[in-house]
């Protein structure tokens, strides 16, 4: 299939270490959000990006927390001296460029990393 | 700011038992609204939306009824199945900055029983 695809799928770190998280967008899709979602709660908005640029990073919750998205496909999500607060489900998703009169455009999950901070 | 509440779980319905799962919502101006399925083991998948009042969004029996006097945005089915177990996701965006910045509820565990 073509979904979204997110890598590694489980990650196990100790306190301090830095971790790269991976997202793989459908073909074509513009749009690329990070979400993180924490034990028994919703996802919660990270960072928007439209094409390679960051668009909207309000919901980053420190300057330890970094995304990029180079050649406006692939997307990391960079996350330095981790704390174990930090552990949580992180989603990807993606969708494409809303087209003119429309009033959404579907955003399609990927499965998410499990990142657990010891 | 935006917000979403929905009604805490876990939801415990025998199989054909009637389902509902209240959500209201707080948001500037005039939001879409959506609700999220995430089966165990898979990733959060669109079930249904609507873009504005008075629209109904259905999908696979479910219905929810955008109500903008009430702010809420209810979940039903008639007959709930045991595939249908599941956690569920209310959520809203708004298009502010020409974007979907979407803004979940906390979830609801529904499990049905044979």
């Known amino acids: 299939g073509a979904g979204v695809s997110q890598t590694p799928s489980n990650k196990v770190t100790e306190k301090g270490k830095y971790v790269e998280l991976r997202c793989d967008p459908i073909?074509?899709?513009?749009?690329l959000y990070w979400y993180r979602q924490s034990l028994g709660q919703g996802p919660e908005f990270l960072i928007y990006?439209?094409?390679?640029?960051?668009?909207?990073d309000s919901g980053l919750p420190n300057d330890r927390f970094f995304a990029v998205r180079p050649e406006g496909s692939v997307s990391t999500l960079k996350i330095q001296r981790t704390e174990r607060g930090d552990s949580a489900v992180y989603l990807c998703?993606?969708?494409?460029?809303?087209?003119?009169?429309?009033?959404?455009?579907?955003?399609?999950f990927g499965p998410g990393t499990r990142l657990t901070v010891l | 700011g935006n917000s979403v509440t929905q009604m805490e779980g876990p939801v415990t319905l025998s199989e054909e038992a009637f389902l509902t799962i209240n959500c209201t919502y707080t948001?500037?101006?005039?939001?879409?609204l959506f609700w999220y399925v995430q089966y165990p083991g898979e990733g959060l998948q669109l079930l249904l939306k609507?873009?504005?009042?008075?629209d109904k969004g259905s999908n696979k029996g479910f219905e929810a009824t955008y109500r903008k006097e009430t702010t809420s945005f209810h979940l039903e089915k008639g007959s709930v199945q045991v595939s249908d177990s599941a956690v569920y996701f209310c959520?809203?965006?708004?298009?502010?900055?020409?974007?979907?910045?979407?803004?979940f509820g906390t979830g609801t565990k529904l499990q049905v029983i044979p």
């Open positions: 998703a993606s969708s494409k460029n809303r087209e003119a009169g429309a009033s959404y455009n579907e955003q399609f």
């Open positions: 073909s074509g899709h513009t749009a």
């Open positions: 990006f439209q094409g390679t640029g960051a668009a909207d």
């Open positions: 948001a500037t101006g005039y939001p879409s």
């Open positions: 609507a873009t504005k009042a008075d």
């Open positions: 959520a809203l965006s708004d298009r502010s900055g020409g974007y979907q910045k979407v803004t």
